[in-house]
Structures are given as structure tokens and as C-alpha cells.
């Protein structure tokens, strides 16, 4: 009976603890696991930035961040990252091939068994398409260009601030 009763104890501690093993989403949080780079010309290479964030008690470590594919190359903070800081994951994608792409980064922590996966996605247009469609885009910024090629700022002061060339 002791005999029992000693072997089930075992079994239940070694279930345990093969249960209470560390999962990605325990040591950090992303701001998001998938960027859209929207519409990027092509052959331009395109990178985008995923920042982690140490949610532990203890510093973390990223020790790979490899891209499933031979056209995104990965990097990644390679210092310990402090509980409560911030590290960076950043993905290169290379826009060769025209179309919609859906790339994938495996990312590995220290002491952590499981692979966490983080995504980028986009669309790749010829020089024309993009052209065309970055012409179709809203302006951004406050400054513009002027068909003489000045920089025009917009007044800051009023909702409806007119174009002016310095």
C-alpha cells in the first residue's frame, strides 16, 4: 500500500512540474505579433520594428528571432532585457517578388520551451503601381513640395491653414 500510495505521489510531482514550465506570454508581451507594412515598392527593402516588453521578475533574454524564409532577415536586442524594459525584434523584408506576402518570424526566449511566432505582411507593386497609388494617398505630413521643389509648410494656427512657399 505504501508502495502505491508513494509511486502516485511521484507521478503527481513530476506532472506538476512538467506542467508549470514557462510559456512565452508569461515572460513577455509584444505590442503586436503581426505588422502590416501595407503597399512597399519593390525591391526596396522594407523593415519593421516589434517591441517586447520583460512582464517578469527576472531579465529576459531573446536568443533567436529567425525568419522562416530567406527573404526576411531578423535581429533582435541581444542584451538581457530588465523586468518592466523594453527590447526590439526587427524584420527586413527583401520585396522582390511582386504580390502579397505573409512572412513569419520564430522567436525563442531563454528558459522558455515554447517558439512564439510573429508576422509580417504587406503587398509588393511594381515602380508604376506604387507610384500610382502613393499619388492616390492623402498627404501626411505638413510639409509638402511645391512644383518648383520649395518646401511648404502649413501654417499651424488655423484648422484651415494654407499651403505657402518659403
Known amino acids: ?5 508513494f509511486s502516485l505521489m511521484a507521478l503527481a510531482l513530476t506532472t506538476t512540474v512538467a506542467f508549470a514550465q514557462k510559456k512565452a506570454d508569461d515572460v513577455a508581451k509584444l505590442k503586436t505579433e503581426t505588422i502590416d507594412m501595407g503597399k512597399i515598392p519593390q525591391n526596396v527593402p522594407a523593415t519593421v520594428t516589434f ?3 520583460n512582464i517578469s521578475n527576472e531579465p529576459l533574454i531573446i536568443e533567436n ?3 522562416t524564409c530567406g527573404c526576411t532577415i531578423g535581429d533582435y536586442t541581444k542584451e538581457p532585457i530588465m523586468p518592466g524594459k523594453e527590447g526590439k525584434i526587427t524584420a527586413t523584408y527583401n520585396a ?3 504580390n502579397t506576402f505573409e512572412k513569419h518570424m520564430n522567436v525563442k526566449f531563454a528558459g522558455v520551451d515554447e517558439v512564439k511566432s510573429i508576422t509580417i505582411k504587406g503587398e509588393v507593386l511594381d515602380a508604376d503601381a506604387y507610384a500610382k497609388y502613393k499619388a492616390s494617398q492623402p498627404a501626411t505630413t505638413a510639409d509638402t513640395k511645391t512644383p518648383a521643389g520649395k ?8 484648422p484651415t491653414a494654407k499651403v505657402s512657399a518659403n
Do not use: D, E, R
Open 96 to 98: 522582390a517578388n511582386l
Open 1 to 5: 500500500m505504501k508502495k502505491l500510495l
Open 65 to 67: 528571432a529567425s525568419p
Open 151 to 158: 518646401v511648404a509648410k502649413k501654417k499651424a494656427s488655423s
Open 51 to 53: 517591441v517586447v516588453t
